[in-house]
């Protein structure tokens, strides 16, 4: 993925970790396993059965989870370099892959 040096960074990382968050929260809907009302995506992994692999550390999972809150107020925060964001996607490409695995088709 690319992406331009105009690009607001802030914007693609909450809605990469909103994207994670929606994925992992479908799967365990699926798995009829209810899932607080939270954007904690470590505390959401957690719930999920260990038979289901779904390829997110919990390191990946608190630098996502910041995103879910801290990137809607980016005056208040550091700039998310471009590198940072990109990483950020692929992280959200490799948790969608996953989880769609186990979705019905």
């Known amino acids: 993925m690319t992406l331009n040096d105009d690009c ?3 914007v693609v990382c909450f809605h990469a970790q909103q ?3 929606k994925y992992i929260k479908a799967l365990l809907t699926l798995l009829d396993i209810d899932s607080p009302k939270s954007h904690d995506l470590g505390e959401l992994l957690k719930l999920l059965p260990q038979d289901k ?3 997110l ?3 990946e999972a608190e630098e996502l989870t910041d995103y879910a809150v801290s990137a809607r107020y980016p005056d208040d925060n ?3 370099s471009i590198l940072e964001a990109t990483q950020v996607c ?5 948790v969608s892959s996953a989880v769609r695995t186990y979705l019905p088709r």
Do not use: Q, S
């Not at 692929?90 to 490799?94: G, H």
């Open 19 to 21: 994207g994670v968050e």
């Open 78 to 80: 550091e700039l998310i």
């Open 90 to 94: 692929e992280i959200a490409k490799r």
């Open 8 to 10: 607001p960074t802030e």
């Open 57 to 59: 550390t919990i390191h």
């Open 53 to 55: 692999n779904i390829p």
